[in-house]
């Protein structure tokens, strides 16, 4: 059975940095391309950051671009979003996904709240 | 590209059919898919490549179209399909997503 589980989300200042990391199991993490979306309270799903499965290549939202790092660690099936210089239009629930066009497995989430 | 949804809201009532309109502001071929948000459940995906039914996807569910203008319909409404619909294309990056439709029961 295919499982995402995001952790590392938490209340963070603006300004400050937080690495979120998703554990994959169930399937051969290393052949798939992986993502970061998110969702602010009350909206839509936002695409932030897609990497493929070597890592050779990676996109990021314009909203995020500078700021955050997607990265990845194929020995321990751990998908990883560094967020630096956060601010409050970052709050959301950040998922992973897997997919390298559409997203077919998802993760529960895990919320992250930028506030002073 | 920017998708823009229709209807954002959308009430029916079980057996009903309906649709959700999906539409990219340039042509991006059937690099379309569709997924389904529920409180509690990791969001699913319905369909890609425009019509597509993923695998566990019910027989009720379809989509059509190409280029710029997409369709999801749901025949037959049962109680678990009472959820936001969301579409993405993933024809280039940045990947984009419409604004969402939540269908609600009458």
């Known amino acids: 059975e295919v499982q995402l589980v995001e952790s590392g989300g938490g209340l963070v200042q603006p300004g400050r940095s937080l690495k979120l990391s998703c554990l994959a199991s169930?399937?051969?993490?290393?052949?798939?391309?992986m993502n970061w979306i998110r969702q602010a309270p009350g909206k839509g799903l936002e695409w932030v950051a897609s990497?493929?499965?070597?890592?050779?290549?990676?996109y990021y939202a314009d909203t995020v671009k500078g700021r955050f790092t997607i990265s990845r660690d194929n020995a321990k099936n751990t998908l990883y979003l560094q967020m630096t210089s956060l601010r409050s239009e970052d709050t959301a629930l950040y998922y992973c996904?897997?997919?390298?066009?559409?997203?077919?497995?998802w993760g529960p989430g895990t919320m992250v709240t930028v506030s002073s | 590209v920017q998708m823009t949804q229709s209807p954002s809201y959308l009430a029916a009532s079980p057996g009903e059919s309906v649709s959700i309109s999906c539409k990219a502001s340039?042509?991006?071929?059937?690099?379309l898919a569709w997924y389904q948000e529920k409180p509690g459940k990791a969001n699913k995906l319905l369909i890609h490549?425009?019509?597509t039914l993923q695998s566990g996807t019910p027989s009720r569910f379809s989509g059509s179209g190409s280029g710029t203008d997409f369709t999801l319909t749901i025949r037959s409404l049962e109680s678990e399909d009472f959820a936001v619909y969301y579409c993405?294309?993933?024809?280039?990056?940045?990947?984009?997503f419409g604004g969402g439709t939540k269908l609600e029961l009458k």
């Open positions: 169930g399937f051969t993490f290393s052949n798939y391309g």
């Open positions: 490549s425009g019509s």
């Open positions: 340039k042509s991006i071929s059937n690099n």
């Open positions: 990497i493929s499965s070597s890592s050779s290549y990676i």
């Open positions: 996904a897997r997919g390298t066009r559409y997203f077919d497995f």
């Open positions: 993405q294309q993933y024809n280039e990056y940045p990947r984009t």
